[in-house]
């Protein structure tokens, strides 16, 4: 993936699981990465994995804080003067019964889920826009975001919310040349999956791994499954024993 030698690429989420491997296999092809988290120890550790004369920067940022998240990009920019790439990866999990979800849970989740995504998108979109950038916003969601489940009711209205997100940005970015794409994991062995009170643990066969979901998102990024209009859906990542992923650009 020649084309993404040079790039910036901005990944939240990138304390763990999904976004470290993505941030690793980004800084692999030769992007300059910005990893972002709340939590810095937790970014220190991804920075200490990233390869060898990687070029990588490190933000503690709140992505449901719309400050925060300006302070992100600005930083980003400065450093490494451009954007390129940005994944969405930063999320947060709830199972619940629906009588059982306490307002503030509900609340979190979708400010993490769906208000953290439009403000890192928005912020963005403005940069490429502002700078002529034909740019790649990449959005790590959930097969929850496609097909609903029980005890994800808070889950799944923040990941149903995220697709329709999607769709608007597809249609409003693709004019300025900035292509989109949302990848639909289904169960990936993850520290995510095993934090969120999940009630059967599938075999290391039934599920994706990390890794799997970083190959796809740098795929993405390089323009492999997008197109600069219409609709691409498919079984882009593999399918094993029933779970499988999907991706949407």
């Known amino acids: 993936m020649d084309c993404l030698k040079g790039k910036t690429a901005v990944v939240t989420g990138a304390s763990s699981g999904i976004g470290r491997q993505t941030a690793i296999k980004l800084a692999e092809e030769g992007c300059r990465v910005v990893i972002a988290a709340r939590r810095s120890d937790k970014l220190d550790e991804t920075a200490a994995k990233m390869p060898q004369n990687a070029e990588c920067l490190a933000v503690q940022a709140d992505i449901t804080n719309q400050s925060d998240v300006r302070a992100l990009f600005d930083a980003a920019v400065q450093r490494f003067g451009s954007l390129d790439i940005l994944v969405n990866n930063a999320g947060r999990g709830l199972k619940a019964d629906i009588a059982d979800i306490q307002l503030e849970d509900w609340?979190?989740?979708l400010d993490v889920n769906l208000t953290g995504v439009f403000l890192c998108s928005r912020e963005a979109l403005r940069i490429m826009k502002?700078?002529?950038?034909?740019?790649?916003i990449i959005t790590v969601?959930?097969?929850?975001?496609?097909?609903?489940?029980?005890?994800f009711a808070a889950y799944g209205a923040s990941k149903h919310g995220v697709t329709g997100f999607m769709w608007s940005l597809y249609w409003e970015a693709k004019s300025s040349g900035i292509k989109t794409a949302s990848i639909y994991p289904a169960r990936v062995d993850t520290e995510f999956f095993d934090s969120h009170g999940y009630d059967e643990r599938p075999s290391k066969g039934q599920m994706l791994s990390a890794r799997d979901i970083a190959e796809h998102v740098a795929a993405a990024a390089s323009g492999s499954f997008l197109r600069t209009a219409g609709v691409v859906l498919r079984n882009c990542i593999k399918r094993i024993k029933g779970y499988?992923?999907?991706?949407l650009s």
């Open 107 to 109: 609340q979190k989740t």
């Open 130 to 136: 502002k700078r002529g950038i034909n740019g790649k």
């Open 141 to 151: 969601s959930s097969m929850i975001g496609l097909l609903p489940a029980p005890g």
């Open 244 to 247: 499988f992923s999907l991706l």
